[in-house]
């Protein structure tokens, strides 16, 4: 039913708080956890004996970026929905999945799609519930970390873009804009996501990797592309401020 995804660089304490958070989920059903494992000095055998109610896959191998680790795990899973994590990201609490069951069961979703609490090293955020499309004209409000997504998705508008470097998810959202799939929002936070990965203190980059992404996938004119890259630098430059 699902299967979970997981980039992992290094073998730390991150990864193990992730493995251990999933593994207390109120779920009946067996989950599938694909690790591709960049830390070739850990080949992570011994999660399979600690976490038996977890089916482990794991890749030790390296991979170009978390695009490529991401893509290889969809190519293997064996599920209709699948999530993914950074080592680090939990769920927010253990009924998550229990809660969304009935919805992971309808082969007609092709995305589910959940709140995320967003992690900072002084606060924390929960995310606004997805409504409509057009939210996704000026900024990712639907993040990786909020959504399980069928795997039909993928055979229909292809895999992560391995030459985006923080905005993956953003770019394979954008791609179905024009034809938006069967989806339902949920009123409820799915996950922890921290705000310490390849991203953090890189705003400004991730915004003009934002303004590719429209203009690659033709979502909105020159003009209006150039406003949005225009006000939300604006926006940032002001909180910056605020903050010294």
Request: one cysteine or more; aromatic letters at 14%.
């Given at each position: 039913?699902?299967?979970?995804?997981?980039?992992?660089?290094?073998?730390?304490?991150?990864?193990?708080?992730?493995?251990?958070?999933?593994?207390?989920?109120?779920?009946?059903?067996?989950?599938?956890?694909?690790i591709?494992?960049?830390?070739?000095?850990?080949?992570?055998?011994?999660?399979?004996?600690?976490?038996?109610?977890?089916?482990?896959?794991?890749?030790?191998e390296?991979?170009?970026?978390?695009?490529d680790?991401?893509?290889?795990?969809?190519?293997?899973?064996?599920?209709?929905?699948?999530?993914f994590?950074g080592?680090?990201?939990?769920?927010?609490?253990?009924?998550?999945?229990?809660?969304?069951?009935?919805?992971?069961a309808?082969?007609?979703?092709?995305?589910?799609?959940?709140?995320?609490?967003?992690?900072?090293?002084?606060?924390?955020?929960?995310?606004?519930?997805?409504?409509?499309?057009?939210?996704?004209?000026?900024?990712?409000?639907?993040?990786?970390?909020?959504?399980?997504?069928?795997?039909?998705?993928?055979?229909?508008?292809?895999?992560?873009?391995?030459?985006?470097?923080?905005?993956?998810?953003?770019?394979?959202?954008?791609?179905?804009?024009?034809?938006?799939?069967?989806?339902?929002?949920?009123?409820?936070?799915?996950?922890?996501?921290?705000?310490?990965?390849?991203?953090?203190?890189?705003?400004?980059?991730?915004?003009?990797?934002?303004?590719y992404?429209?203009?690659?996938?033709?979502?909105?004119?020159?003009?209006?592309?150039?406003?949005?890259?225009?006000?939300?630098?604006?926006?940032?430059?002001?909180?910056?401020?605020?903050?010294?």
């Amino acid at each position: 039913m699902v299967t979970i995804i997981i980039a992992n660089k290094f073998v730390n304490l991150k990864l193990f708080k992730t493995i251990k958070n999933i593994s207390l989920q109120k779920f009946s059903n067996k989950l599938e956890i694909i690790i591709i494992n960049k830390d070739k000095k850990n080949n992570l055998n011994y999660l399979k004996t600690n976490f038996l109610n977890l089916n482990f896959v794991i890749i030790n191998e390296n991979d170009k970026n978390i695009s490529d680790a991401f893509n290889k795990g969809v190519k293997i899973a064996k599920n209709n929905f699948l999530f993914f994590m950074g080592a680090g990201d939990t769920f927010y609490d253990d009924k998550v999945l229990k809660d969304i069951y009935k919805d992971l069961a309808n082969p007609k979703l092709m995305m589910i799609i959940g709140k995320v609490n967003v992690l900072s090293e002084k606060k924390s955020i929960v995310s606004k519930r997805f409504k409509n499309k057009y939210s996704l004209l000026t900024r990712l409000s639907i993040p990786h970390q909020g959504v399980f997504m069928n795997i039909r998705y993928f055979k229909m508008f292809g895999h992560f873009d391995t030459k985006l470097k923080f905005a993956m998810d953003y770019d394979l959202i954008l791609r179905s804009f024009k034809k938006f799939q069967k989806f339902k929002s949920v009123d409820r936070i799915i996950c922890n996501w921290r705000l310490d990965g390849i991203g953090k203190n890189k705003t400004s980059k991730i915004l003009e990797e934002y303004n590719y992404i429209r203009k690659k996938n033709n979502i909105l004119n020159p003009f209006l592309r150039k406003l949005i890259l225009v006000y939300s630098k604006i926006k940032l430059n002001f909180k910056t401020y605020l903050k010294i």
